[in-house]
């Protein structure tokens, strides 16, 4: 590590150029042309207009870390802020096909939910607990936050994950203490480890966001993951929620959306299957009925599929965006994923496999705007990561429409139900730097 305000001089770069590794390694690198031509995804046409949808649901989070002042070096706490947010689309659409929203009008018909909490980080112990470590206090900071809920009245996110994994065989955790070795069943609410240090054990140490907290520096990994887990967790109590309400008509008419993948990634990534047997079975609930289903999507607004939608847009002669025809979806298999987007040998495992509980969708809709969408797994055709039939794509057409209907020009691909869920759940840098620092100055 160089000295502050130390750069390189270049000095190494004789050695480097000449060096053996360096030569090996660029001799057996595979480089992929990233202007072959090949064939494109397969299209998916599914049946349009079925304007059922009148309003939607999205839910974002974001988190803001900064460092504190507590007399101990590198000290450091984020605020975590989950929204979700409900739009009226009655009142805002429009027959044109060309008509777009305007935010101000969109602001007017929403209303919004929101999970916050202080997550703390390296150097930082409860203040009623002096003698408590930073990590402990981390751990029971987000069994106190899932404990928390988005409607009133309506079971904790906590609630929800014991609900969605009542079925899953017992895993067995290590205790949390780093010279204890036992292993132990995660309890419903607390427990006491038998070891010397009598842990407190709590239930959702099991998600294991905990095991990458750092004590002594920087933890923007540990707060993503547990945003990522909340933002899941509060979309499987939102659906729970409107299944108890009895309401048929309530989830035929929604969409439910996502900012970012249908996926769970980290040390949490086993969730990702509770989750999408619950969706499925809300799903085929309202489906045996004669109902549609859930809507469900995940918007991915960066990323490689995303990179690999403009590539494919790309035209020699006339540039960006001019390739593909407005209005077009392109389901890729897992071959083409693996051939073409993300570098896999034949025959490897599926990508996502362990991770997504949803199928890709490229798109470039009607205005000309690209998304890449995923939609939810639940049924054999979504199963079968080669199966492009519309089965596996539930309710697609009408996600298309509302991809249609709802884009925005006041970002370049922008959504306007995540705008909204964004400028709910967005905390202003600044701000929130602010709000921490005068949080631990009381300390």
């Not at 929403?110 to 980080?121: F, H, K, S, W």
């Not at 981390?138 to 936050?145: C, D, E, S, V």
């Not at 054999?380 to 996600?399: H, M, Q, T, W, Y």
């Not at 995540?418 to 620092?437: C, D, M, N, T």
């Amino acid at each position: 590590m160089p000295y502050p305000n130390e750069f390189a001089s270049g000095e190494s770069l004789p050695g480097l150029t000449t060096s053996r590794s360096v030569l090996e390694f660029q001799g057996a690198i595979h480089v992929k042309d990233a202007n072959e031509q090949h064939d494109l995804p397969d299209c998916v046409n599914p049946d349009r207009s079925h304007d059922r949808i009148t309003r939607v649901v999205a839910i974002d989070g974001s988190i803001v870390p900064t460092s504190v002042r507590n007399g101990y070096p590198g000290a450091e706490a984020a605020l975590m802020l989950i929204a979700a947010v409900v739009l009226d689309l009655k009142a805002i659409k429009n027959p044109a096909p060309k008509w777009i929203p305007r935010p101000s009008e969109i602001r007017q018909l929403e209303d919004c939910d929101t999970i916050d909490a202080v997550l703390p980080g390296c150097n930082v112990s409860e203040r009623e607990r002096p003698g408590d470590s930073p990590s402990r206090f981390f751990r029971r900071t987000i069994y106190q936050t899932l404990k928390g809920s988005v409607e009133k009245d309506h079971e904790s996110l906590l609630d929800t994950l014991t609900a969605i994994t009542t079925n899953r065989p017992p895993q067995k955790i290590a205790c949390p203490v780093e010279d204890c070795d036992e292993r132990i069943i995660p309890p419903i609410g607390d427990a006491i480890c038998p070891c010397f240090r009598k842990e407190t054990i709590y239930q959702t140490d099991v998600l294991g966001i905990h095991e990458r907290f750092n004590e002594s520096g920087a933890n923007g990994q540990v707060y993503t993951l547990a945003q990522q887990v909340t933002e899941q967790l509060t979309l499987v109590n939102i659906l729970r929620y409107c299944e108890q309400a009895d309401n048929p008509e309530f989830i035929r008419d929604t969409a439910f959306i996502m900012d970012g993948p249908l996926a769970v990634f980290g040390s949490a990534a086993w969730l990702h299957t509770w989750i999408q047997q619950e969706v499925k079975r809300i799903h085929c609930k309202y489906a045996d009925k004669g109902y549609p289903g859930v809507l469900l999507i995940g918007v991915e607004k960066t990323g490689n599929f995303v990179e690999h939608l403009n590539r494919l847009d790309w035209s020699e002669r006339d540039g960006p965006r001019q390739a593909l025809n407005n209005g077009i979806a392109l389901a890729p298999t897992m071959e083409y994923i693996n051939r073409h987007i993300v570098h896999r040998p034949p025959n490897s495992n599926d990508f996502g496999r362990q991770t997504y509980y949803g199928r890709k969708i490229l798109y470039k809709n009607r205005n000309g705007q690209h998304s890449v969408i995923t939609t939810p797994i639940i049924n054999e055709s979504g199963v079968d990561k080669n199966c492009i039939d519309i089965d596996a794509f539930p309710r697609l057409g009408e996600i298309l429409d509302i991809m249609d209907e709802l884009s925005t020009y006041l970002y370049e691909d922008g959504f306007a139900p995540l705008v909204r869920a964004h400028a709910h759940a967005a905390i202003p840098l600044k701000s929130g730097a602010e709000i921490l620092r005068r949080l631990f100055s009381k300390s």
